[in-house]
């Protein structure tokens, strides 16, 4: 059955297995395990029979025709998402690298509200999405149109689903009183609008304030001072 050539040898055995488009490789692993310890024994009971009987062992040569994928060392940079990829192939990443050693977060698009704050997550579900943003979701646009990011896991944390993550997020800004601020006009009635952004709520809007709040922490400005 051995042959100079590596990888060459007759097949004793072999069974084949059809991926879910919504599995990932722990479910295809687990799946592989089970499917191949089953295969190990009935091919070592093939070899005893065959040598038992005084018989050859039937086998089977390799396809060689159909070529042959490379599968090269898996290093951290190798998980990182790029968003310019299309979203299935951000899809496919995703799930080939779930949940060990999970693809990460490198940066999101420069336009994107939560910025710095998902850089170096993990991310262990996504799926394709033709919305720009939904409630309780973090969709990122990429290279053919948006990827939605269901399941994360930031630098320290646990993992949790993104509407989870959103609000453990939210509840932190808010304790730490995070604001940006836009524009200020102390003039009565205000010609202008002052605008506050949290990227978990829609901008806050108003004419007319006594206190602002600004920067990441808890510093207040009286308006004209």
């Not at 024994?41 to 040598?51: M, S, Y």
């Not at 086998?59 to 060392?73: E, Y």
């Not at 990460?104 to 799926?127: C, F, Q, R, T």
């Not at 304790?175 to 952004?197: A, D, E, G, W």
């Amino acid at each position: 059955m051995l042959q100079h050539e590596i990888d060459t040898g007759n097949i004793i055995l072999q069974e084949r297995i059809s991926i879910a488009p919504d599995e990932n490789v722990g479910s295809v692993h687990d799946r592989l395990m089970t499917m191949g310890a089953t295969l190990v024994t009935r091919t070592v009971d093939a070899i005893i029979d065959a040598e038992n009987q005084g018989v050859a062992l039937s086998t089977m040569p390799q396809d060689n025709t159909v070529a042959l994928r490379p599968a090269p060392k898996i290093f951290k940079d190798t998980c990182a998402i790029d968003f310019s990829w299309n979203a299935e192939r951000i899809r496919n990443h995703v799930r080939g690298l779930s949940p060990y050693p999970a693809a990460w977060i490198n940066e999101l698009p420069a336009s994107h509200p939560l910025g710095d704050m998902l850089k170096g997550a993990k991310v262990y579900k996504v799926a394709v999405t033709s919305l720009a943003e939904q409630k309780g979701h973090i969709i990122v646009p990429c290279g053919d149109g948006y990827i939605d990011l269901l399941e994360l896991q930031l630098p320290g944390k646990k993992r949790m689903d993104a509407s989870a993550l959103l609000n453990g997020l939210k509840n932190s800004l808010n304790s730490k009183h995070y604001f940006t601020m836009i524009f200020v006009c102390r003039q009565v009635p205000c010609p202008y609008t002052l605008m506050m952004y949290n990227p978990f709520c829609n901008p806050v809007i108003g004419s007319s304030l006594d206190w602002i709040l600004t920067g990441s922490g808890v510093t207040l400005y009286p308006l004209g001072k």
